[in-house]
């Protein structure tokens, strides 16, 4: 596409009819938390997000996705299966739909390379076979990085039974993102009324705290060379890193907080890098390119769940200079996610 910016959109919702069925029999069960709402919802045509129809948006990817794609401009979207992925189901289930989601990504991407890269999808509960499917991923589909929804059975990644994936994406080289699921049910209590469970507040909170455990766990000494993306500007993590950095400090010297090599300020610089998907704030994305530079942060739409007319139309105005708008737009991804310039 002939725009002034190559634009990449880095955190590209879909999925496909097997894995939307079984999240279908998942609004089944019984109990009642954010993923379970959710899932009714979208999946079962329950009241509330079934009147969204963002189904539609998410089995499409090769119609109206294209076109919405083209009369804005969009070069390239980087896909991944929707939250929360494979994580609700059970270990074998979870493996088998993250497989054929893959196997069906790569059919698309074959499709339209020039549109479209993969994140892979894994089963983080069997973590080595999860670790194989990601070799595969990269290797024979040539994927560009994994997805994560977050906690798993209410685990996170600073958990060592889950490091077979962290040293995969480390030895593969290609970047994990981690994006929001409802939050862990020890946290979950006051997250639940007004809304505020999912992408309201929520997310953030889950992912926000899945960053910080995994820094404050001494994951980046393990391994360094990992690289883990957060969306929704961050998830806000960097807005409160000069306080997480001197409280770690703090509570390290007093021993309440795991010896780390680096600070908390230098793992967040380090290894992870943020996108815009779903915060089109001007101010925001200033302070996150001041705060991290402009090397770290990404354009993302996160269709379909937003608008990708308003998102352009966001970055589009962004006041930066020329060489930092093609950075954010399609320079640090097509970098960061290994993508043909
Ligand atoms: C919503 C947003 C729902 C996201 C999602 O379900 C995801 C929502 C998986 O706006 O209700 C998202 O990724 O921002
Ligand atoms: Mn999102």
């Given amino acids: 596409m002939a725009g002034k910016f190559r634009k990449i959109a880095t955190e590209e919702a879909w999925s496909i ?7 279908r029999t998942v609004s089944h069960y019984p109990g009642d938390n954010a993923d379970l709402a959710l899932v009714r919802g979208i999946y079962d045509n329950q009241p509330g997000y079934g009147a969204m129809r963002f189904l539609d948006g998410l089995l499409d990817v090769e119609q109206a996705r294209l076109g919405e794609m083209d009369k804005y401009g969009v070069d390239m ?9 494979v994580q609700m ?6 493996c088998e739909l993250a497989t054929l989601a893959n196997d069906r990504l790569a059919e698309v991407i074959a499709r339209h390379p020039d549109r479209f890269v993969g994140l892979a999808s894994m089963a983080p509960h069997s973590p080595k076979r999860a670790a194989k499917e990601m070799e595969r991923a990269i290797n024979q ?7 994560i929804n977050s906690h ?7 958990n060592p039974k889950y490091w077979p994936l962290l040293e995969a994406a480390e030895a593969l080289d290609r970047p994990i993102y981690i994006h929001p699921r409802a939050a862990s049910d020890g946290m979950s209590g006051p997250l639940r009324d007004y809304g505020m469970d999912s992408a309201m507040w929520g997310y953030g909170v889950e992912v926000g705290t899945h960053a910080v455990r995994m820094m404050a766990g001494g994951v980046f000494d393990q391994f360094p060379k990992l690289k883990i993306i957060i969306g929704h500007m961050g998830e806000a993590v960097h807005f409160w890193l000069w306080r997480i950095n001197f409280m770690n400090t703090r509570a390290q010297a007093i021993g309440r907080a795991k ?8 793992y967040f610089h380090n290894n992870f890098a943020i996108t815009t998907s779903g915060v089109e704030d001007p101010i925001a994305l200033d302070y996150s390119i001041r705060k991290l530079g402009v090397d770290n942060v990404m354009w ?3 269709y379909p769940y937003q608008p990708t007319g308003p998102a352009v139309a966001f970055m589009d105005a962004a006041p930066l200079s020329d060489e930092d708008k093609a950075k954010v737009y399609g320079g ?4 960061i996610f290994h993508i043909k310039s």
Avoid: Q, W
């Avoid at 189901?89 to 979870?94: E, G, I, L, S, V």
């Fill in 259 to 266: 010896k780390t090599k680096l600070s908390m300020a230098e």
């Fill in 17 to 23: 009819p097997e894995v939307a069925e079984a999240l």
């Fill in 152 to 158: 798993t059975n209410n685990e996170y990644l600073d």
């Fill in 300 to 302: 993302a739409i996160d």
């Fill in 332 to 335: 640090n991804a097509e970098r």
């Fill in 89 to 94: 189901f059970d270990a074998d289930t979870a």
């Fill in 141 to 147: 589909l040539k994927f560009n990085g994994f997805m």
């Fill in 77 to 85: 979207a980087v896909l991944a299966l929707t939250a929360p992925g």
